[in-house]
């Protein structure tokens, strides 16, 4: 993992998608592309991938934490 991929990833902390139950489900994906234009993210398609990633393994310790 690089710097820029976790700093694009804490930038979307308060982007995330929530089921009605509560539980976290996904980062907006628009949001998401947003700040990657902002933060001049070259190849987005590397940068989503690897974001993906990183919000699965999130997912675990937010929905089981």
Same mark, same amino acid.
Request: charged share 25%; with cysteine.
């Given at each position: 993992m690089n710097l820029?991929?976790?700093q694009v990833?804490?930038?979307?902390?308060?982007d995330w998608k929530q089921?009605?139950?509560?539980k976290? /489900?996904?980062i907006? /994906?628009?949001?998401l592309g947003v700040v990657m234009e902002m933060m001049?993210?070259?190849d987005? /398609?590397?940068?989503?991938?690897d974001i993906i990633t990183m919000q699965n393994a999130a997912l675990e310790?937010?929905?089981h934490g």
């Open positions: 820029l991929v976790l990833f804490c930038a979307c902390e308060d089921t009605p139950q509560g976290y /489900k996904s907006d /994906k628009l949001a001049g993210v070259t987005r /398609k590397e940068m989503l991938t310790v937010l929905n």
